[in-house]
């Protein structure tokens, strides 16, 4: 299909810049390229704002192999619908909405894996990676796989566009948790996904404990409104039974529900599981680079639950964006408004750790 079969593209150009990484350990150069025509379920984005997460630095550094390059980054971001492939508008979208966009594309419907859910898609492509992604003015999607959205007034969207991979990363891990109120959740990793876990957390009444070996991070979790960690523990140093010690010390001499690993350190998994009470939830979101020691007998003994949360599917995501709206839960993100050509330093201030003042947002405005 060209952009010519497509209805309502007067307004839409033939090249677009974009932001595209060459090979590994270079920076983003900014090219120009043609804008891409949206495939029959596919919906053309006018991006209108797209955050830096963590993969994508994985990407540029290598991490997911020399194969992919080039490609245009950037995997998650709000955007407006510029254009439709003729089947895409049976998905409900039509020119002009508001989509939110996630790292998922092209996800065949047909597949056994698609028929858990679209995220497990044999064949599925995440953007930035093996998709182009959103650092870019205008992207194609699987119409499939967008988030309708409604933005509330004065909501800026460069507020949303993290809720796409980070926030509905957390919330589906707190939804595989199946939190409930007055139960007591450690967060453990207190970066962005963490501090994010944490809100959603205590407003879906949990009591929360941030723990972290990082004070500036831990500080960040608590919230003198009490929409925040109760209570943060720096692990640094501390051998298992001292941990085990801290946590009872703040909650009421027991261990823990639940607990998310938002880390992908293999010490925080390994600190994990003897903080957990019986019949508690281990959720795991960060990968570490081995494998995770865990002992099947301290599982059965004590009726633990070991569960992966990584790929979020569109219903829960959309749960997410409403949770998110509805409680005013939106991601902190950097006060300064970047640039697509700001991306290079964006991603060298993300390498070198400085992420406190929230996540850093592209505007395409
Ligand atoms: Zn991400
Ligand atoms: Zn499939």
Request: glycine share 10%; net charge neutral.
């Amino acid at each position: 299909m060209s952009l010519d079969d497509v209805d309502n593209v007067s307004a839409i150009p033939k090249t677009m810049k974009a932001a595209v990484y060459h090979q590994a350990g270079h920076p983003a150069t900014f090219d120009t390229v043609p804008v891409p025509s949206p495939g029959e379920r596919e919906l053309l984005l006018k991006m209108r704002a797209t955050s830096l997460c963590h993969s994508d630095v994985g990407v540029i550094s290598g991490e997911y192999g020399p194969g992919v390059f080039p490609i245009i980054g950037g995997h998650e971001a709000v955007g407006i619908v510029a254009a439709l492939g003729h089947g895409a508008s049976s998905y409900g979208f039509k020119v002009g909405d508001v989509v939110g966009a996630t790292a998922w594309h092209g996800a065949c419907l047909e597949c056994s894996g698609c028929s858990y859910g679209k995220q497990y898609c044999d064949t599925l492509k995440a953007k930035g990676i093996n998709a182009p992604g959103y650092f870019a003015e205008y992207c194609a999607l699987d119409a499939s796989l967008a988030i309708p959205v409604t933005p509330p007034d004065g909501v800026p969207l460069e507020r949303l566009a993290p809720v796409f991979c980070a926030g509905i990363t957390v919330w589906d891990a707190l939804e595989r948790a199946k939190i409930r109120p007055a139960e007591t959740i450690a967060i453990i990793g207190a970066g962005g996904l963490g501090q994010l876990a944490v809100k959603y957390a205590a407003a879906l009444g949990a009591t929360v404990i941030a723990l972290d070996v990082r004070d500036e991070q831990l500080e960040a979790c608590k919230a003198p409104d009490g929409t925040g960690a109760s209570h943060i523990i720096n692990t640094s140093g501390l051998t298992s039974p001292e941990l085990c010690k801290r946590v009872r010390e703040v909650n009421g001499g027991k261990l823990l529900n639940c607990l998310i690993v938002t880390t992908g350190a293999l010490p925080a998994y390994a600190a994990s599981f003897p903080l957990v009470a019986p019949e508690g939830r281990i959720i795991a979101v960060g990968v570490p680079p081995g494998p995770i020691p865990v002992s099947a007998a301290y599982l059965s003994r004590n009726n633990i639950s070991f569960i992966g949360a990584k790929i979020a599917g569109t219903e829960s995501a959309i749960r997410c964006l409403d949770f998110t709206l509805s409680r005013n839960l939106l991601p902190k993100i950097h006060p300064r408004q970047f640039k697509l050509e700001d991306l290079n330093e964006m991603i060298d201030l993300m390498k070198a750790g400085k992420v406190e003042n929230g996540r850093m947002v592209v505007s395409f405005k």
